[in-house]
């Protein structure tokens, strides 16, 4: 019984009706004393609202349970995307309830306005859906679901506590890579940015000989065979298969740099899956490297179907590391771990010429044994302020500095491609779509 009344006191909140009655019957009594012909007008008025309350602390606590509610949550959130979240409720009520809702969602998002009102008649259930967008890989914890009930009279509210706690781990854009592979099946890449890209001449990988049918290339016409056999015969060419990708991820400090709330090594986690997931479904192998003052994970090229799997567990426990790359045991680890000529994509942040000649003798090591791409970052905050107007004095100087840093940028480009360096400077929300315009590019030229 005691537990009973102290559940009844804890639960039971005032709404501004009641306050709003109260009010009214305080200034009908203080007006009385001024008015006699008031009469028993603000004991009648008192009393009406006493009674009220009592009814309506009667229809809602006549159930033990009137409302029933539950979160629907996939069981891992994708990171840097909008997760849909849903709240199924249910009312048990004989009459129409006023429900407002609060989800407790993790503190990561230090969003304090998760409520939402809703009426439901008897019986009726509803699901409400709102979204979420973590920016931050890790584990995120989910509370209660408190649901706050009132009647028509609306003078109370009656709370119920819903035990949903639940931690959910947010994983590299598993949803952003669906997209890509969905798109890639449909033959809609075109859609979302990437080129349909020319091939240039033939495979070098050979299939079989063919008779000639209208619409064939008459360059690859196999005039031995069609000696032979009285007929036109051509050689038939398949795309190149199991081909090599590795994404190498820097983790130094230089990736800890935030835009629209992820940092710039989240941008390349999710282009490698995606760009890990798109070299699968075109029948290459994909592989990982991760480093920075030392060496961090290391995943064979592969294939088989669960490797995908793998490569996404890996890029879920990845963190930034604050000390600077070391460029040389990079080198020693593609020499040690990639046993044929590879596609090396290499994410990095590369923000001065005096930053890149430190690593530049070792990135031309890398490039004469494998096909090299370094992907770097523009500082779109200094483009923005190079392209603005000047105004003053202060902004002048500014935007100087500023064109000084973007021209840099270029400059770079410049450099690593007289050395024979393939590179891609793009802005972070353009990151996947220009790697993967890059990489189709490379098959279609057969350069691997």
Same mark, same amino acid.
């Given at each position: 019984?005691?537990?009973?009344?102290?559940?009844?006191?804890k639960?039971?909140?005032?709404?501004?009706?009641?306050f709003?009655?109260?009010?009214?019957?305080?200034?009908?009594?203080?007006?009385?004393?001024?008015?006699?012909?008031l009469g028993?007008?603000?004991?009648?008025? +008192?009393?009406?609202l006493?009674?009220?309350?009592?009814?309506?602390?009667?229809?809602?606590?006549?159930?033990?349970?009137?409302?029933e509610?539950h979160?629907e949550a996939?069981?891992?959130?994708s990171?840097?995307?909008?997760?849909?979240?849903?709240?199924?409720?249910?009312s048990?009520?004989?009459?129409?309830?006023?429900?407002?809702i609060?989800?407790e969602?993790?503190?990561?998002?230090?969003?304090?306005?998760?409520?939402?009102n809703?009426?439901?008649?008897?019986?009726?259930?509803?699901l409400?859906?709102?979204?979420?967008?973590?920016?931050?890989?890790?584990?995120y914890? +989910?509370?209660?679901?408190?649901?706050?009930?009132?009647?028509?009279?609306?003078?109370?509210?009656?709370r119920?506590?819903?035990?949903?706690?639940?931690?959910?781990?947010?994983?590299?854009?598993?949803?952003?890579?669906?997209?890509?592979e969905?798109?890639?099946?449909?033959?809609?890449?075109n859609?979302?940015g990437?080129?349909?890209?020319?091939?240039?001449?033939?495979?070098?990988?050979?299939?079989?000989?063919?008779?000639?049918?209208?619409?064939d290339?008459?360059?690859?016409?196999?005039?031995?065979?069609?000696?032979?056999?009285?007929?036109?015969?051509?050689?038939?060419?398949?795309?190149?298969?199991?081909?090599?990708v590795y994404?190498?991820?820097?983790?130094?400090?230089?990736m800890?740099?935030?835009?629209?709330?992820?940092?710039?090594?989240?941008y390349?986690?999710?282009?490698?899956?995606v760009?890990?997931s798109?070299?699968l479904?075109?029948?290459?192998?994909?592989?990982?490297?991760?480093?920075?003052?030392?060496?961090?994970?290391?995943?064979?090229?592969d294939?088989?179907?669960?490797?995908l799997?793998?490569?996404?567990?890996?890029?879920?426990?990845?963190?930034?590391?604050?000390?600077?790359t070391?460029?040389?045991l990079?080198?020693?680890t593609i020499?040690?771990?990639?046993?044929?000529?590879s596609?090396?994509?290499y +994410?990095?942040?590369i923000e001065?010429l005096s930053?890149?000649?430190?690593?530049?003798? +070792?990135?031309k090591?890398?490039?004469k044994?494998?096909?090299?791409l370094?992907?770097?970052?523009?500082?779109?905050?200094l483009?923005?302020?190079?392209?603005?107007?000047?105004?003053?004095?202060?902004?002048?100087?500014?935007?100087?500095?500023?064109d000084?840093?973007?021209?840099e940028?270029?400059q770079?480009?410049k450099?690593?491609?007289?050395?024979?360096i393939?590179?891609?400077?793009?802005?972070?929300?353009n990151l996947t779509?220009n790697?993967?315009n890059?990489?189709?590019?490379?098959? &279609? &030229?057969?350069?691997?």
């Amino acid at each position: 019984m005691k537990t009973f009344f102290a559940n009844f006191y804890k639960n039971l909140f005032l709404n501004r009706r009641l306050f709003a009655g109260m009010g009214i019957a305080a200034l009908l009594f203080l007006l009385a004393f001024f008015l006699p012909w008031l009469g028993i007008v603000p004991f009648i008025f +008192f009393y009406t609202l006493v009674l009220l309350v009592i009814i309506d602390l009667w229809v809602l606590y006549s159930l033990k349970q009137g409302v029933e509610s539950h979160r629907e949550a996939p069981d891992k959130l994708s990171n840097g995307d909008e997760n849909e979240i849903g709240i199924a409720i249910k009312s048990f009520y004989t009459f129409n309830v006023k429900a407002g809702i609060i989800d407790e969602i993790p503190y990561q998002f230090q969003k304090r306005d998760v409520w939402f009102n809703t009426t439901l008649k008897n019986q009726q259930q509803q699901l409400i859906k709102y979204s979420l967008r973590p920016t931050k890989r890790g584990e995120y914890e +989910f509370g209660n679901l408190l649901v706050y009930v009132s009647s028509p009279l609306g003078l109370i509210s009656r709370r119920y506590i819903f035990q949903q706690a639940r931690t959910l781990p947010v994983y590299p854009s598993f949803l952003q890579m669906r997209k890509y592979e969905l798109m890639a099946a449909s033959n809609r890449l075109n859609e979302i940015g990437i080129k349909k890209i020319r091939r240039i001449g033939n495979s070098a990988e050979f299939e079989q000989i063919k008779n000639y049918v209208a619409g064939d290339d008459y360059r690859t016409i196999n005039w031995k065979a069609t000696a032979r056999k009285g007929q036109f015969m051509v050689n038939s060419y398949i795309e190149e298969k199991s081909q090599h990708v590795y994404c190498v991820i820097d983790k130094s400090r230089v990736m800890k740099m935030p835009f629209e709330g992820l940092s710039l090594l989240d941008y390349a986690i999710n282009a490698s899956l995606v760009l890990s997931s798109v070299a699968l479904y075109k029948e290459d192998k994909a592989g990982l490297i991760t480093i920075s003052d030392k060496k961090g994970a290391v995943i064979p090229a592969d294939n088989r179907p669960a490797h995908l799997n793998k490569i996404m567990e890996v890029l879920y426990r990845e963190k930034t590391r604050y000390l600077e790359t070391n460029i040389e045991l990079l080198y020693n680890t593609i020499r040690h771990t990639l046993k044929q000529r590879s596609l090396v994509v290499y +994410f990095t942040n590369i923000e001065s010429l005096s930053a890149l000649k430190r690593q530049l003798p +070792f990135l031309k090591q890398i490039s004469k044994f494998h096909l090299l791409l370094v992907v770097f970052f523009e500082n779109t905050s200094l483009k923005e302020m190079s392209e603005g107007p000047a105004t003053d004095v202060a902004s002048i100087y500014t935007k100087t500095i500023a064109d000084k840093f973007v021209y840099e940028k270029k400059q770079i480009v410049k450099e690593l491609n007289s050395h024979g360096i393939q590179s891609i400077l793009t802005a972070p929300q353009n990151l996947t779509v220009n790697t993967i315009n890059t990489y189709f590019k490379i098959k &279609a &030229a057969q350069k691997i």
